[in-house]
């Protein structure tokens, strides 16, 4: 992988290299899949708004006012395509699937208790309000500050506080109830 | 349960979230092969809000304004119009699913040759949704729309992409240009 800055790939391809932009899809595309998949809990879909944020971004790349800061641009760009693809899904069928890549993972080094644990995770992340959901995946997981979380996704600090808030409280309540049962 | 216990189960959430995700093989090339692709109208519509359209010396600016000015005046009273129309699902044979409802959008642009509506609802394509001009310069069309929020603006002769000049919200988009925003049914998404 190329170890140069995201801006001078991105000067790369806005000089008329379209290959070059492989070394950006390469180096940000497992660490927003995360984000895309947990979001809409499809995998599918999350590669689709993956793949479309990607596009998107090159098509708009000369808009990018701070090359530096690419891949906070994309993450706007993903966060986006991640909320049309949810408001699309909300009028089908909504069918949370496991991700039996990383299940096969995870159950090769422990027991199927984890696995039973992971899929919980997945149901209950699945019940947040996507504004929740998204609230508490970049808060907790991709540990962005409440700062960076408002230039992403345009709501208030406070608002999102609170969101992250509920977020937790719904989480505890649902996944207490599950190691309950 | 205390609150360290609650605060220890939001950390195994999270770190179980954190594991890292696996793309299908095929991710990169489908990815490459989209970005080989030549330009989409939409492409030209991003670029045509951010590459330079029209130079003009301040004289030339200024007359631009004034003449700007009156036509807004001229066109004052034709621009009294109601914002995008919602009617009930059951009022036109447009709305064919529950919930669904149509509205009706309308834009005032007297020297436009041709108007057409793009928004989240039919994926952004100026050739799905053209407008018709029933009076001179006032140009409509009704749209079904599932309830909830939806982003579009108009294209005018095929290339100027404009938000609605009669609603009230608009909404930056992925690059940074405005789109207006109906709300459909009183939820927002």
């Given at each position: 992988?190329?170890?140069?800055?995201?801006?001078?790939?991105?000067?790369?391809?806005?000089?008329?290299d379209v290959e070059a932009y492989g070394a950006l899809v390469a180096r940000y595309r497992e660490r927003y899949a995360r984000f895309a998949v947990h979001m809409l809990g499809e995998r599918d879909d999350a590669e689709e708004a993956l793949q479309d944020?990607?596009?998107?971004?090159?098509?708009?790349?000369?808009?990018?006012?701070?090359?530096?800061?690419?891949?906070?641009?994309?993450?706007?760009?993903?966060?986006?395509?991640?909320?049309?693809?949810?408001?699309?899904?909300?009028?089908?069928?909504?069918?949370?699937?496991?991700?039996?890549?990383?299940?096969?993972?995870?159950?090769?080094?422990?027991?199927?208790?984890?696995?039973?644990?992971?899929?919980?995770?997945?149901?209950?992340?699945?019940?947040?309000?996507?504004?929740?959901?998204?609230?508490?995946?970049?808060?907790?997981?991709?540990?962005?500050?409440?700062?960076?979380?408002?230039?992403?996704?345009?709501?208030?600090?406070?608002?999102?506080?609170?969101?992250?808030?509920?977020?937790?409280?719904?989480?505890?309540?649902?996944?207490?109830?599950?190691?309950?049962? | 349960?205390?609150?360290?216990?609650?605060?220890?189960?939001?950390?195994?959430?999270?770190?179980?979230?954190r594991a890292p995700v696996t793309l299908d093989a095929g991710f990169h090339a489908r990815v490459m092969a989209e970005v080989r692709r030549p330009a989409g109208r939409w492409q030209a519509a991003a670029q045509w809000w951010t590459e330079p359209r029209?130079?003009?010396?301040?004289?030339?600016?200024?007359?631009?304004?004034?003449?700007?000015?009156?036509?807004?005046?001229?066109?004052?009273?034709?621009?009294?119009?109601?914002?995008?129309?919602?009617?009930?699902?059951?009022?036109?044979?447009?709305?064919?699913?529950?919930?669904?409802?149509?509205?009706?959008?309308?834009?005032?642009?007297?020297?436009?040759?041709?108007?057409?509506?793009?928004?989240?609802?039919?994926?952004?394509?100026?050739?799905?949704?053209?407008?018709?001009?029933?009076?001179?310069?006032?140009?409509?069309?009704?749209?079904?729309?599932?309830?909830?929020?939806?982003?579009?603006?108009?294209?005018?002769?095929?290339?100027?992409?404009?938000?609605?000049?009669?609603?009230?919200?608009?909404?930056?988009?992925?690059?940074g240009s405005p789109n207006s925003v109906i709300t459909v049914g009183g939820k927002s998404s």
């Open positions: 992988m190329t170890n140069r800055s995201d801006a001078a790939i991105i000067s790369q391809v806005l000089d008329g944020a990607f596009v998107r971004a090159y098509r708009a790349l000369g808009q990018c006012a701070d090359p530096a800061r690419f891949d906070a641009w994309l993450f706007r760009i993903l966060a986006n395509r991640c909320r049309t693809a949810g408001a699309r899904r909300t009028r089908r069928a909504r069918t949370f699937v496991r991700d039996e890549v990383a299940l096969g993972e995870a159950s090769a080094d422990h027991p199927a208790e984890r696995q039973e644990w992971q899929e919980e995770i997945q149901r209950a992340l699945a019940r947040l309000e996507p504004d929740q959901r998204e609230a508490f995946l970049l808060k907790h997981v991709e540990d962005l500050s409440y700062e960076e979380m408002a230039a992403l996704t345009g709501a208030g600090v406070s608002a999102l506080k609170m969101r992250v808030k509920r977020a937790c409280e719904r989480l505890r309540a649902l996944l207490g109830e599950a190691q309950h049962v | 349960m205390s609150n360290d216990e609650r605060d220890e189960l939001i950390d195994r959430v999270a770190d179980e979230l029209l130079r003009v010396s301040p004289l030339v600016g200024l007359a631009c304004a004034a003449g700007l000015a009156a036509l807004a005046l001229l066109g004052a009273r034709a621009l009294e119009r109601p914002l995008p129309r919602i009617e009930a699902a059951g009022e036109s044979a447009l709305a064919t699913e529950p919930g669904t409802q149509v509205v009706q959008f309308v834009l005032v642009a007297p020297s436009a040759a041709s108007v057409s509506l793009v928004g989240d609802f039919n994926d952004w394509d100026p050739s799905r949704t053209p407008l018709r001009s029933a009076a001179t310069g006032v140009w409509s069309v009704n749209v079904p729309l599932h309830p909830g929020q939806h982003q579009y603006a108009f294209v005018v002769d095929g290339k100027d992409w404009r938000p609605d000049p009669a609603a009230p919200n608009a909404i930056t988009d992925d690059f």
